[in-house]
């Protein structure tokens, strides 16, 4: 699993790598609440192309919409793009969620990660945590004033893969 804290540049570099292709792709304006599910209804119908099982679906779903809620929570506005990629040297298909606004940003990424964190009242401050748990890469670059951005991927892994 990769979690890495970038600069602005480095993460632009990860979204636009040459060594994957885009086989399909959406992207959501994320402005009112009710924008969270869809952004789950085409993560699902997306993750139905690789195709992911049942329970991974719902992960990826789950890691979508605590990207989609921050968004709505913290920035009130941002983009949220879900694409299909292909690893153009080993074929493997996965899918790629880039999450970005131009909110109040992250003061401290590291203490975010934390397991419980939260700034929102009623909040079991699972997000940023448990994307990183579900998701096989996760990059952030936030500043504060200025945003965040979140890259993150998960790959399709056939069984016997490892055997």
Known sequence: MLVNEFDDNTINSKIEQKEYRTLNKK?????????NEYVIYCV???CK???FEKMESTLIATAASELATNIIRYAKN???EIKVIENI???NIGIEIY???QGPGIENIEIAMGDNYTTWNNSLG???ASIKRIMDE???YSKVGSGTKILVRKWKVEKGFYD
């Not at 992207?27 to 924008?35: N, P, R, V, Y």
């Open 126 to 128: 699972f997000g940023l």
């Open 27 to 35: 992207t959501i304006d994320i402005l009112f609440e009710t924008d």
């Open 99 to 101: 999450a970005h606004d």
């Open 44 to 46: 699902r119908q997306l």
């Open 138 to 140: 996760f990059y952030i």
């Open 89 to 91: 040297d080993s074929k």
């Open 49 to 51: 192309s690789v195709p």
């Open 78 to 80: 941002g983009i949220v």
